[in-house]
């Protein structure tokens, strides 16, 4: 790897990232049950059926794995907090799960970890899932206890905090496409969670100030959209993608706004009076974050709005057969900084790539990672040329994983998991990175 700290600014931090769910156990420590738990117990929904209920036993492993974000001259690490560990039944304090996130943070700052705290990455207690989950206005009020209960404990020691990990995937993905927790396919239910996820973002961070907690944020995930050919009808099916992927979220989060060309197929199945929620959902946030992974192709598709479907790409492609366009992450920072964020500081909060590493006489090779990640940094690093507040970047993962749907064949991390043993082995690339981060100045 070329790039080395020293490439970028002194206030850059330079972090790695994880979820609950993925990496901690849900089987012990009082956690309740959540929907993954209930989806992957579903016949069809993940891959063998695997679930999370071990995972990598960061729970009981926590002080090892800190001791490679601190070996890998980490900065940060972004983690999340699991509901279903902190409230079991999605209301009722479990203090054993408090107790274990209390231990994770003054582990952290004992290794000179700034500890970036994202309250939701997808895990909702099955007893709210039963009340209808994100389909339920309700679930702004629970979120907002949740966010109140967390930040009561821990938030007098984090760096920072994020509502909700990934709107578009608690919403879309989860409620249209069927791929995630809860696994609905239902129009009407994925407008109802697209607004009640950006209303339970907007109603904590309304708590959460209240309690006097600062340095709060909002992350998003992005595709940068392509047109397929240079047809009226895929730009117009990109520009839906687009609005529907990237701009309603941030959009709605920053600017209290829905994109016009979203409302001829959202807009009868929204919550009624759902303008009215828009002021309590623009809430002000002190930095926001980017999850960026791909770009997509995008032409017009048969079949009922949205009527768009994705092409395949001409560009290598990651494990998870994502194209691999650092371009588009440069082009999402500037797009970012003109359109919504203007002098908010960016944190680009995941970036990463999936690999079917193997582990060999003790070595775990990885050129392939090491180079995306190059490759992005220096996209970053030409986005702050060009004048856009850019901050940190996160690599996802630390560790091998948890891929949700996809089981435990997709590999992410930095440091190789054996899911039978457990044993970890830093990778290639994290020696690459934790040699770039170490450079002298």
């Not at 983690?79 to 209390?102: C, H, I, K, Q």
């Amino acid at each position: 790897m070329t790039l080395t700290r020293n490439d970028f600014p002194d206030n850059f931090l330079f972090g790695t990232a994880t979820s609950s769910y993925q990496i901690e156990g849900h089987g012990f420590g009082g956690a309740g049950r959540c929907h993954w738990d209930d989806f992957a117990a579903t016949p069809g929904n993940v891959v063998r059926a695997e679930d999370g209920r071990i995972a990598c036993d960061h729970y009981h492993r926590y002080e090892e794995d800190l001791d490679l974000v601190a070996a890998g001259g980490f900065d940060a690490y972004r983690f999340s907090t699991s509901w279903a560990r902190v409230m079991p039944d999605g209301r009722t304090v479990n203090p054993e799960g408090l107790d274990f996130y209390d231990r994770l943070v003054d582990a952290m700052l004992a290794r000179g970890i700034a500890p970036y705290l994202t309250l939701y990455h997808w895990e909702l207690p099955s007893a709210l899932a039963d009340l209808g989950g994100w389909r339920n206005r309700d679930i702004a009020a629970w979120f907002a206890d949740f966010a109140r209960a967390v930040i009561g404990r821990i938030g007098d020691r984090v760096a920072a905090t994020a509502t909700i990990n990934e709107p578009w995937c608690v919403a879309w993905l989860s409620h249209f496409l069927g791929h995630h927790a809860p696994g609905l396919r239902d129009i009407r239910a994925t407008a109802r969670a697209m607004h009640h996820v950006l209303l339970a973002h907007g109603t904590a961070t309304q708590a959460m100030r209240a309690e006097g907690q600062g340095n709060l944020g909002a992350v998003f995930n992005m595709e940068w959209v392509t047109p397929a050919d240079d047809s009226p009808e895929a730009a117009a099916a990109a520009a839906r993608y687009d609005a529907l992927y990237n701009r309603y979220y941030i959009d709605g989060a920053l600017k209290g706004h829905v994109p016009e060309v979203l409302l001829d197929g959202l807009g009868a199945h929204f919550p009624d009076g759902w303008q009215d929620d828009m002021g309590t959902i623009a809430q002000p946030v002190d930095w926001v974050g980017l999850n960026y992974y791909t770009r997509k192709l995008i032409g017009p598709g048969d079949g009922p709005w949205p009527a768009l479907q994705e092409v395949e790409g001409p560009l290598p492609k990651t494990f998870m057969d994502w194209e691999i366009y650092p371009d588009g992450l440069h082009g999402h920072l500037t797009r970012m900084a003109a359109d919504h964020t203007g002098d908010l500081p960016i944190y680009v909060t995941e970036n990463g790539l999936a690999a079917p590493d193997v582990l060999e006489n003790g070595v775990v090779d990885d050129p392939a990672r090491t180079a995306f990640i190059q490759a992005h940094l220096d996209a970053i690093r030409r986005a702050i040329a060009d004048g856009v507040d850019v901050r940190g970047h996160f690599v996802w993962s630390l560790l091998d994983n948890y891929e949700w749907a996809l089981g435990y064949e997709k590999r992410f991390g930095l440091v190789h998991v054996d899911f039978d043993s457990l044993e970890r082995v830093p990778k290639s690339s994290y020696h690459a990175l934790a040699k770039a981060l170490k450079a002298a100045p």
